[in-house]
């Protein structure tokens, strides 16, 4: 455990509601994200006793992000303490949740998508258009494309030959 005692401003460009009159406050040099998340919600709890606060915050100190305890982020990043530290809070940004797997069994080399379906390029060098929700609508055996790019309802695909194909795309009719 570290004994190191620190003190901090907290500042935000959050809405007003998540703002707190804000003093400077000395904190333990053991606190982590999370334990900063509860501070905060604290803080600004005091402030607005009617309002509930759940959200969780991220944190920067000079503009990188606060990913271990303090004591050991300041001195990885040789930051110096003689002055007040400021740390910014802003929301966190949620780990993201899977909604649909496709099921290609080769690596993908590029990714794109056109009218509300998703084109692959395969490694194999197939095209392969998917429904949004993941269901293989058409396969071009090119066995040749490396990368493409799309442009209204064209697909322009460059192949390992060096060569470049311009292949139109009707919208494919989803069951």
């Known amino acids: 455990m570290n004994n190191s005692e620190y003190i901090v401003k907290f500042i935000t460009n959050l809405p007003q509601e998540y703002q707190f009159s804000n003093n400077e406050i000395v904190v333990q040099g053991d606190m982590n994200q999370n334990d900063f998340s509860c501070l905060i919600q604290q803080l600004l709890q005091a402030e607005n006793p009617d309002q509930?606060?759940?959200?969780?915050f991220d944190f920067l100190i000079n503009g990188i992000n606060l990913r271990?305890?303090?004591?050991?982020?300041?001195?990885?990043?040789?930051?110096?303490?003689?002055?007040t530290l400021q740390i910014e809070y802003l929301f966190a940004i949620p780990e993201p949740k899977l909604k649909q797997t496709i099921n290609i069994n080769d690596w993908i080399?590029?990714?794109?998508?056109l009218n509300n379906q998703?084109?692959?390029?395969?490694?194999?060098?197939?095209?392969?258009?998917?429904?949004?929700?993941?269901?293989?609508?058409?396969?071009?055996?090119t066995k040749l494309a490396k990368s493409f790019?799309?442009?209204?309802?064209?697909?322009?695909?460059?192949h390992w030959d060096c060569s470049v194909r311009i292949q139109t795309i009707l919208q494919i009719k989803q069951n």
């Open 68 to 83: 271990s305890n303090l004591h050991e982020f300041i001195t990885s990043n040789k930051i110096a303490t003689e002055k």
């Open 109 to 113: 080399l590029t990714i794109g998508t």
């Open 118 to 141: 998703i084109l692959t390029c395969l490694f194999n060098g197939d095209i392969v258009i998917c429904s949004e929700k993941g269901k293989i609508l058409k396969i071009y055996k």
């Open 52 to 56: 509930e606060y759940n959200k969780l």
């Open 149 to 158: 790019t799309i442009y209204d309802n064209l697909i322009i695909s460059t």
